[in-house]
């Protein structure tokens, strides 16, 4: 039986966080540079919550835009996980509407898997799951409540969470090789 790993998509597979950075810039230009985002909170002081969600509605309708590249590791991350016997989900927290240009990025950047789940809770995945891949805290601690290996990448809003629940890395390349020397 073949092992599942539920991959996200923003900051795991792409840059997500320097996109969302020149979107509030445009809304209020003191906005800090994502290198000083120790919360994912960082609309707070900045803009309003409805702004913020409505930056990242635009973010994800335009998905498939020139700008919008997945890190250069991801598609071999993602077909090394399936060349190991992984039923790969890639599972992003984004409008239902989004779904087409989602699925046109990660078929223009030849990004393999075997489902794409679009909802507002991909921890319905979570009691299937062997492997999750995210940046978010909250979803990681789910993921391990779950019994699944939790891992993902380094970042600022991040960093203060990576403790014995779940491994956090610098690149895709590192978080794949926790993930084989461990399941
Ligand atoms: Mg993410």
Known sequence: MSKTAVIDIDNTLWQFSDALYL???KINDNCPTPDKWNTFNIWEGYCSLEDFIAVINTIHH???SDQYLPYPESQNFLLALKEHGFHVIIASHRMLETTQQT???LARHRLPYDELHISHDKTVLFPDAD???DDLPRTLKK?????ALGTGLLFPWNR??????FKLFQNLNEVLDYILTSS
Not at 143 to 147: K, L, T
Not at 160 to 165: E, F, R
């Open 23 to 25: 979107e509030v810039k």
């Open 62 to 64: 335009n998905q498939d």
């Open 103 to 105: 699925e046109r990025w």
């Open 131 to 133: 492997i999750v891949v």
């Open 143 to 147: 993921a391990v409540e779950s019994g």
């Open 160 to 165: 203060a969470h990576a403790g014995n629940d």
